[in-house]
């Protein structure tokens, strides 16, 4: 872990919400009873909110970025006035008031945006590939920034958060675990909040090579007390708190030919390409594997990708 | 154990091999010998039938060693001292003479082979049990220790059979059908005077060959006819036939004296439908009986039925039977088969097809948790997904939010407690130094535990996985006898919960982990296995209380 400079505790919050028909559909309604297993629309955003004041609460210099991922783009909800100033300069930097009051504004605009769509967003998984890299893009900007202005902000500093409830889209798999490796690289953690009803193999992942952590809440409904005891935490205090770990990652990865979820499959002895099937040549580096001689692709095992 | 008072109680240890001993406690009562190891982890618990083991036990000169020669193998003792070893041989001896003499009163006591296994493919299930070690280790458990019977242990491994008999070397091709025609061989001697045996086969054989005879059959027997003269009304009629063939017989053709039940459409049905299911290019009679079925004008009606009984008689032969020796016990009884034995020996000859191999697929549970909580996650997911939400649902959310605000406490303080219990729970069950130590044990968790403690595991879930499959198919509990099984088998279902309890708690850190991991699914399927009996036995009693109260209803 780098250096950290010890005046300044503060750092750089992503928050990735999922803004899509199957976390509201994993959701309970408003009429049911407001069980702690239960979390209806209303309490989630409030919950939510809630946490997110209170991260900028905990320091005044800590900065906060939200980002709605939809059916088939992402939004900015909110950005913290100083990384306006340090990327956009100072004339956007008037706009930021309260931030839940900014943020519950923006979403109601891009609901009202995304209800008015006919059909809906079932066909279209959130993407989650396309915020993630939006957010190492800001991450980045964030810290060049900085550390182009003297304030020597070492990478560490920067988190991610995913709150996701619906299902993994394969055949988002290579960007997402592209976006996966990307952080790991520039040493950005992944946590992951799972509100769907099953383990999602991606934040599972995610957190594993990152260094974050998953979590799929038991108790919905006190959703933000698992935020606030789980996520508030910046990298470096997590060295001395205990933090839920989970008993198993799901490491399966999809084919890059179907893009279909196996745990057992073919793999490029080049590029390291997963395939479900026995392929005649790589579709991603182009090497022809010869039949007659010993195959060069052996079925085994898929394993981490790290 | 059964109820009957110890004789003996020694502190003794059981040899599994070289290496290995393991301390335990001898108890012999008058009709069971057992061996409970102190630790149950380290090995399973040995019952053996006093009947079962000769009265000649082998003490080794010099050491405090006894050895027990019970059914397939020989169980060695390590006694305390040869002077202990001596006292309980003098016990034991007097129990097992007692025990060899009260079992050669009934003669089916006497009857049986030393090695306790029966039926017609000892030898072979011998062979078989000397083969596989797991198998052997399954049968001393099950088979010798009370909880399964013979017949039930074997049921389930008919294929293990077949496969062993087709590569012993006493392999047979299967026996099918004697190619000569019945109603010839009974007709010999010529004298009025006829003897026949009917064998269970001979009798399956007519009435596959005439479907008019099996329908008189079930028609006819008990209630009109005794089965003796059933078929001495047929035979008659066959003899009379034959001698008039023959030109022997005087007077009229005999009438067939099940004639009301003859009925060639239906039959032509049969033989068309069974035609679909037989590669035409290859059986030639079912071919050839299926044009002469037909009443053709051209042909005499006499020639016409010689043809037709020829051409049945050969599709039946090809058809075949099964062994007998795997199914029916082959001795030569009067016992015709019922309808459903009927059809289900109409079999096609094994040996004549490739050997079905079963497509069995290899479970592969990575994360047991994940297999763990699958059931909790159905159970809430169709809770969840009765409604599907849209952005408008969403849209109504936000707008009553930005009127309301925030409410204070947006949590109460009830749920909030149980989620804190809950991330401690994360925290404490895989965590810490367990985690770790987990992250630091590289491979699976077979790789990581001792090859003793594997042997255990490996041992623990053949047991639980050979009485889960016989638990499983004693339901529908349909009848007392499969109430009583079911019962039984879940007591000894339930022991082996209690011992991969016994071994989770006694194991230690990271071992406990590997273990826990490894018997997740097990006692996933043994919980399942458990609330499944109790979910049937209540409902039952329900049922059998409504049936009773509607009953009571009615006499009142």
């Given at each position: 872990?780098?250096?950290?400079?010890?005046?300044?505790?503060?750092?750089?919050?992503?928050?990735?919400?999922?803004?899509?028909?199957?976390?509201?559909?994993?959701?309970?309604?408003?009429?049911?009873?407001?069980?702690?297993?239960?979390?209806?629309?209303?309490?989630?955003?409030?919950?939510?909110?809630?946490?997110?004041?209170?991260?900028l609460a905990i320091n005044e210099a800590n900065k906060l970025v939200v980002i709605a991922a939809c059916g088939d783009h992402s939004d900015i909800l909110y950005t913290t006035a100083s990384l306006h100033r340090e990327s956009q300069g100072p004339k956007k930097a008037a706009s930021s008031g309260n931030a839940s009051e900014e943020i519950l504004r923006k979403l109601h605009t891009l609901l009202q945006e995304e209800a008015a769509r006919p059909g809906g967003d079932s066909a279209r998984p959130a993407v989650l590939a396309g915020a993630l890299s939006r957010a190492l893009c800001l991450i980045n900007k964030a810290q060049v920034g900085n550390g182009g202005t003297g304030g020597g902000r070492a990478?560490?500093?920067?988190?991610?958060?995913?709150?996701?409830?619906?299902?993994?889209?394969?055949?988002?798999?290579?960007?997402?675990?592209?976006?996966?490796?990307?952080?790991?690289?520039v040493e950005v953690v992944i946590d992951a909040c799972m509100l769907g009803a099953h383990d999602s193999a991606f934040l599972q992942q995610a957190a594993h090579l990152t260094d974050g952590v998953y979590l799929r809440p038991k108790h919905k409904g006190a959703l933000l007390q698992y935020l606030l005891t789980v996520f508030c935490g910046d990298a470096f205090s997590r060295s001395f708190l205990e933090l839920p770990r989970p008993a198993g990652v799901d490491f399966r990865a999809a084919c890059f030919c179907h893009r279909r979820a196996i745990d057992l499959g073919y793999v490029c002895s080049v590029c390291l390409s997963i395939f479900c099937e026995n392929v005649t040549d790589c579709s991603t580096c182009g090497t022809a594997f010869r039949a007659g001689r010993t195959p060069a692709l052996k079925r085994k095992a898929v394993g981490p990708l790290s | 154990m059964d109820g009957s008072m110890s004789v003996l109680v020694k502190r003794v240890k059981y040899i599994v091999s070289k290496e290995l001993k393991v301390p335990g406690v001898l108890t012999v009562t008058e009709t069971q010998m057992c061996w409970a190891p102190h630790n149950p982890t380290q090995c399973q618990p040995?019952?053996?039938?006093?009947?079962?083991?000769?009265?000649?036990?082998?003490?080794?000169?010099?050491?405090?060693?006894?050895?027990?020669?019970?059914?397939?193998?020989?169980?060695?003792?390590?006694?305390?001292?040869?002077?202990?070893?001596?006292?309980?041989?003098?016990?034991?001896?007097?129990?097992?003479?007692?025990?060899?003499?009260?079992?050669?009163?009934?003669?089916?006591?006497?009857?049986?082979?030393?090695?306790?296994?029966?039926?017609?493919?000892?030898?072979?299930?011998?062979?078989?049990?000397?083969?596989?070690?797991?198998?052997?280790?399954?049968?001393?458990?099950?088979?010798?220790?009370?909880?399964?019977s013979e017949a039930e242990f074997w049921k389930g491994r008919q294929n293990l059979l077949k496969e062993a008999l087709r590569g012993s070397k006493d392999a047979r091709q299967q026996a099918g059908f004697k190619t000569a025609m019945i109603s010839e061989q009974t007709g010999e001697g010529g004298?009025?005077?006829?003897?026949?045996?009917?064998?269970?086969?001979?009798?399956q054989q007519l009435f596959a060959e005439k479907p008019h005879l099996h329908r008189a059959y079930t028609a006819m027997v008990p209630e009109k006819l005794s089965e003796k003269?059933?078929?001495?009304?047929?035979?008659?009629?066959?003899?009379?036939?034959?001698?008039?063939?023959?030109?022997?017989?005087?007077?009229?053709?005999?009438?067939?004296?099940?004639?009301?039940f003859k009925d060639e459409e239906l039959d032509f049905r049969e033989a068309q439908k069974r035609l679909q299911f037989v590669d035409a290019t290859v059986n030639l009679a079912a071919d050839y009986f299926d044009r002469d079925a037909r009443p053709s004008e051209a042909e005499a009606p006499d020639a016409r039925s010689m043809i037709r009984d020829i051409n049945k008689h050969a599709a039946v032969v090809l058809e075949g039977v099964p062994t007998p020796g795997l199914g029916a016990d082959g001795g030569p009884a009067k016992r015709p088969p019922t309808s459903g034995e009927h059809s289900s020996g109409r079999l096609v000859l094994d040996d004549l097809r490739k050997p079905w191999s079963a497509g069995f697929a290899e479970l592969r549970i990575q994360d047991p948790k994940r297999c763990y909580e699958s059931a909790a996650d159905a159970a809430t997911k169709s809770a969840a997904t009765g409604h599907r939400r849209t952005h408008a649902d969403a849209l109504h959310a936000t707008q009553a939010l930005c009127q309301a605000g925030i409410a204070s406490p947006p949590l109460s303080s009830h749920a909030a407690e149980a989620a804190l219990a809950d991330i401690a729970a994360l925290c404490r069950g895989a965590g810490g130094h367990q985690w770790d130590a987990l992250q630091a044990a590289s491979g699976p968790a077979q790789a990581n535990l001792s090859p003793q403690m594997q042997a255990v595991l490996r041992e623990v879930c053949l047991t639980a996985n050979e009485l889960l499959r016989h638990f499983w198919a004693t339901f529908p509990l349909s009848s007392p006898t499969r109430e009583a099984r079911a019962l039984r088998l879940k007591k000894a279902l339930a022991d082996q919960y209690?011992?991969?309890?016994?071994?989770?708690?006694?194991?230690?850190?990271?071992?406990?982990?590997?273990?826990?991991?490894?018997?997740?699914?097990?006692?996933?399927?043994?919980?399942?296995?458990?609330?499944?009996?109790?979910?049937?036995?209540?409902?039952?009693?329900?049922?059998?209380?409504?049936?009773?109260?509607?009953?009571?209803?009615?006499t009142a």
């Open positions: 872990m780098a250096p950290f400079d010890e005046e300044d505790d503060s750092f750089l919050l992503v928050v990735i919400l999922e803004t899509h028909e199957d976390l509201w559909s994993s959701l309970a309604g408003e009429s049911q009873s407001a069980d702690i297993g239960n979390l209806s629309l209303t309490s989630f955003i409030q919950q939510v909110l809630v946490f997110l004041n209170t991260f990478p560490g500093r920067a988190r991610l958060l995913v709150l996701k409830g619906s299902p993994d889209a394969t055949e988002q798999y290579i960007s997402v675990m592209n976006a996966i490796f990307a952080a790991q690289k | 040995i019952y053996a039938d006093i009947k079962s083991i000769p009265d000649s036990l082998q003490r080794a000169k010099g050491k405090p060693l006894l050895k027990v020669p019970v059914p397939n193998r020989a169980l060695v003792f390590e006694f305390e001292s040869e002077v202990d070893r001596d006292q309980a041989v003098d016990v034991i001896t007097p129990i097992l003479k007692e025990a060899q003499r009260k079992g050669k009163a009934p003669v089916a006591e006497a009857e049986r082979p030393p090695s306790g296994l029966q039926g017609p493919q000892a030898a072979l299930k011998q062979k078989l049990l000397q083969e596989d070690r797991d198998l052997q280790q399954l049968y001393n458990q099950l088979v010798s220790g009370g909880i399964l004298s009025r005077r006829v003897t026949l045996s009917l064998t269970p086969e001979i009798v003269e059933f078929w001495e009304r047929y035979f008659n009629y066959e003899v009379a036939r034959k001698a008039k063939r023959q030109g022997k017989g005087t007077g009229d053709e005999p009438e067939d004296p099940y004639k009301e209690d011992r991969t309890t016994a071994m989770q708690e006694s194991s230690q850190g990271i071992e406990r982990v590997h273990i826990t991991q490894l018997l997740k699914p097990l006692r996933l399927a043994l919980d399942t296995a458990l609330a499944k009996h109790d979910r049937e036995v209540d409902l039952k009693r329900a049922h059998d209380r409504a049936t009773s109260g509607s009953i009571a209803i009615e």
